[in-house]
């Protein structure tokens, strides 16, 4: 669980900044924080964070989400409060756009968060098209850093193939998150590892006597179509 107040989470399309996005203030809400989830993916209408409002303002979340979410616009829009995320004293988890197309609206607030001790996570995913490479990784993120005018503070691995996420796919994506943090000369903070894993007493056992760091998170974020 994050211990600063403003948290930006950004990657490649698909690497899955929504999802963790969600976990993240979830846990934060559980631990007595007042959160405030801010939905910044202008890209994507089919992954929004924001698509599970219900359930996070059922725990105490605040939600500031783009004008087309959960309608039928097609134009996406800045919601008018969005300055609300500099003014709140709650704690701030944005969710990113992906890519650098995504990353382009949080460049016109790069003044206001050059004065705001900010933690932004880079979150990978070994097996997502165009991030398979580290140095397709570590380009992307400079990409994204160029677009947002704000720079990456730690490495998170979150390598997964959805329902189909093994231990070992976990496992042997770490050694390139690693890689691709050492590059970056970034913290790594951990590797995510879904919860339905740990329903087995085998991966449980692997978990507990390894030197790696595991974050569980629970999937939320589907497909229309799953």
Sequence with gaps: MSDRKFNIICGHYGCGKSNY???????????????????L????????????????????????????????????????????????DMDVVMDLGGDDAGAVVLGRYAGQLSQIDYEMTYLVNK?????????????????IEAA?????????????????????????????????????ELPFIGSTIPKFLLEDEAVKSKI??????????DIYVRAPWE
Excluded at 59 to 87: C, H, Q, R, S, W
Aim: aromatic share 8%; net charge negative; proline share 4%.
């Design 21 to 39: 996005s969600i976990n993240l203030a979830l846990d934060m809400a559980k631990n007595g924080r007042r959160v405030m989830l801010v939905d």
């Design 208 to 217: 507990d006597n390894s030197e790696e760091t595991f974050i569980p998170i």
């Design 127 to 143: 097996y997502r098209n165009l991030t398979a490479t580290v140095d397709d990784t570590v380009e992307i993120i400079k990409e």
């Design 41 to 88: 993916d202008l890209v994507n209408p089919y992954f929004l964070s924001s698509g599970y409002k219900d359930m996070l303002e059922e725990n105490g979340i605040k939600v500031i989400a783009p004008l087309f979410a959960n309608t039928n616009v097609e134009t996406p829009a800045l919601p008018a409060d969005l300055n609300l995320m500099f003014e709140t």
């Design 148 to 184: 947002s005018r704000c720079k990456a503070t730690k490495v998170l691995n979150n390598s997964h193939l959805k329902f189909e996420t093994t231990f070992q796919t976990v496992e042997e994506s770490i050694d390139y998150a690693k890689d691709v943090a050492k590059v970056l």
